[in-house]
């Protein structure tokens, strides 16, 4: 335990000593209002690497994440324009029966036929951004065609917070519940730390694999509507390449890709550390040609870190699985 | 190796059965930066419009799937292994194209570039939709137009190796004295991702409280600029503007994000390439400074000592006339 605090604690001093640098050139960064503003930001960056984790932690990926957000958050347009009326909370139930229903292929694949999962991701990724195409032909959703109800949703505030934050907390505090108090959550670390003890354990390995695909695929499904009515557009490209810092995001909050070691504080600090960076970048002057490369280094820094702090994951996972009774 | 033997021996029988079915058409590829981008879509039912007068002329339009340089070099490879007649390419990266485009050459393809430009060496003759001058002009005229007493502007732009953008800017940079009073504070890129964008434009006015307006000369970042403007509360205080299309930027009009933006259209861009290529691959017009090519209702062009000729002014869109265009592009 000391472990898995030691290192949510280096991430939690690492973001500390971001935010001070970033306020020592643009103060303005650390007002309550501006953080509340990156977190919003963040949000579905925080959404989707807590399901990536899940999946990860099974020694699995998800590289089709990004594809299913703009699939999904392209039919809620869709609809959106077509029966305006529809309200918002069928939507959002939609959105997440849609994006289980892609994780549940992925899921599906990967358990019954035994295809690796970065394999089937990568087929899939390919696949939704293609439906798109089919769907819409390549045209844009925009702004005006979308109705008022659509578009607030995600902005509108409760106790200064808008909902897109609440709902990555909402996520956070019910996937932090499912990992800690439930067999499903004690499976999905038994399943990662060690698949062939697990079997004699009687738990299905490929059953478990699948449930980490279903439930990133509905995180991925609920955020491509938040998406969509945050930017008020929606087109094949959106989130583009995104499914790389959602894994970035994971890789440094201390998720192991070999799967096994995961902590839901981790996931979530990794991918505030990443949105962090990327909303200072853009306020404290720093040339467009540096960014990527900033980005890149604080990535590796991070995990350097964390391969230090997590050379007897063995032992972790045997704790975690005991805490979890 | 075997996949790419099959890529191209699927794109060769394809070839073969598109010239079967119709041997007597001449075939014109219109190659788009990606596929999915309203403004390409545009340019295609211009093209196809040109097709339809010209009676006897196929378009394959296409592109690849992101807008990558690679992507359009395999493209470019499969239509030259298609044999089709001529290639229009509006192009992801000035040079990288150039080899790929000398080898259709080569094999009597007529290329021309439009929109975003190929170095000389690799086509014919290039169609700007407006005149680059012109159109730098525009982008900061148009954010003066509503700054009488002068002010701070910053531009955000698309990746900062986007061929034409890069070029507009150096315009705008150029037309500067023009419009005393008036000073760009930052330059920008949102990498054409709407969540980039929209990042950029906050940190903007996090950045320079001050700022009168946002110059926007892409179509994805015009858009996420708007957006971020409404979210900020600060409509009426910094005025989105650029170069956007009118289906996308009507909200942003309808909000008050945007007072005007401007655009050429994508439809007259789509029927002037087509018809351009058709006279260079008919051989009734020849691509050399100071030639003149007919492009069917919308004139001639006239190609400067770099062959390369301008379509028209840029057209400036406001909440007057948003209505009269959003329900066609």
């Not at chain 1, 358990?111 to 951004?129: A, E, H, N, Q, Y």
């Not at chain 2, 509503?146 to 705008?172: C, K, Y």
Request: hydrophobic share 50%; proline share 4%.
């Amino acid at each position: 335990m000391s472990l898995l605090k030691s290192r949510e604690a280096i991430l939690v001093a690492a973001i500390l000593l971001l935010l001070a640098g970033v306020a020592s050139r643009f103060p303005g960064f650390i007002t309550p209002r501006n953080l509340v503003a990156v977190f919003t930001d963040t949000a579905p960056l925080v959404i989707l690497a807590l399901g990536q984790m899940v999946v990860i932690l099974t020694r699995s990926i998800d590289l089709s994440v990004a594809a299913n957000l703009a699939l999904t958050g392209m039919v809620c347009a869709l609809i959106n324009v077509s029966f305006p009326g529809v309200p918002v909370a069928v939507l959002i139930a939609l959105a997440l029966g849609l994006g289980a229903l892609m994780g549940a292929i992925n899921g599906f694949f990967v358990w019954k036929l035994s295809i690796p999962p970065i394999v089937v991701t990568l087929g899939t990724m390919t696949i939704f951004r293609g439906v798109i195409f089919l769907l819409t032909n390549g045209s844009w959703v925009n702004s005006h065609q979308m109705s008022m109800a659509f578009k607030s949703f995600p902005r509108e505030a409760i106790l200064g917070l808008p909902v897109l934050g609440w709902v990555a907390v909402i996520v956070t505090l019910g996937l932090g519940l499912v990992m800690s108090r439930t067999t499903l959550g004690r499976a999905f670390f038994a399943v990662g730390g060690n698949p062939h003890a697990s079997v004699y354990t009687g738990i299905n390995v490929g059953r478990t694999q699948f449930l980490a695909f279903v439930i990133s695929g509905m995180l991925a499904g609920l955020t491509g509507y938040l998406w969509v009515a945050r930017y008020a557009v929606a087109y094949v490209d959106i989130a583009g390449g995104f499914e790389l810092d959602v894994v970035a995001a994971c890789v440094i909050g201390g998720v192991s890709i070999a799967g096994g070691v995961a902590t839901v504080a981790g996931a979530v600090l990794g991918a505030l550390f990443l949105g962090i960076i990327k909303n200072a970048l853009p306020v404290i002057d720093v040339s467009p040609f540096w960014q990527l490369a900033i980005s890149g280094a604080a990535i590796i820094i991070a995990v350097t870190f964390n391969s230090r702090a997590g050379r007897s994951k063995g032992r972790v996972i045997l704790k975690s699985a005991e805490h979890a009774q | 190796m075997k996949l790419t033997r099959l890529l191209t021996s699927v794109a060769v029988a394809t070839g073969l059965f598109a010239g079967s079915a119709s041997a007597e058409d001449m075939r014109i590829a219109l190659v788009a930066k990606a596929l999915g981008i309203g403004f390409f879509e545009a340019a295609a039912k211009g093209a196809e419009e040109a097709a339809s007068e010209l009676g006897d002329v196929e378009i394959i339009y296409t592109g690849p799937t992101d807008t990558t340089a690679e992507g359009q070099i395999e493209v470019i490879n499969s239509l030259i292994a298609q044999n089709v007649d001529a290639i229009a390419v509006s192009a992801n990266d000035t040079d990288a194209l150039v080899p790929t485009l000398k080898k259709a050459m080569q094999r009597g393809i007529t290329v021309i570039s439009w929109d975003s430009g190929v170095a000389e060496e690799g086509r014919q003759m290039h169609l700007n939709p407006s005149s680059n001058p012109l159109i730098g002009n525009m982008i900061i005229k148009l954010a003066a137009d509503h700054l009488p007493d002068g002010g701070e502007v910053a531009v955000l732009s698309a990746t900062t190796t986007s061929t034409n953008q890069n070029i507009w800017i150096e315009e705008m940079n150029k037309a500067m004295e023009n419009y005393p009073g008036i000073e760009v504070v930052a330059t920008v890129y949102g990498d054409d991702l709407a969540d980039k964008s929209y990042r950029e434009a906050t940190g903007l006015m996090q950045s320079y409280p001050d700022l009168d307006a946002i110059i926007a000369p892409t179509s994805v970042g015009i858009v996420a600029a708007a957006q971020a403007v409404v979210d900020a509360g600060k409509v009426g205080e910094v005025n989105v503007t650029g170069l956007g299309l009118p289906s996308e930027m009507a909200g942003a009009i309808e909000s008050g994000a945007s007072q005007s933006f401007a655009i050429w259209n994508p439809i007259d861009l789509g029927y002037s390439a087509t018809m351009i290529a058709y006279h260079l691959a008919k051989g009734d017009a020849t691509a050399e400074p100071g030639a003149s090519i007919p492009m069917g209702r919308m004139g001639e062009v006239t190609l400067d000592d770099t062959t390369s000729g301008a379509m028209a002014d840029p057209f400036v869109y406001d909440a007057a006339n948003i209505a009269d265009f959003k329900d066609i592009f």
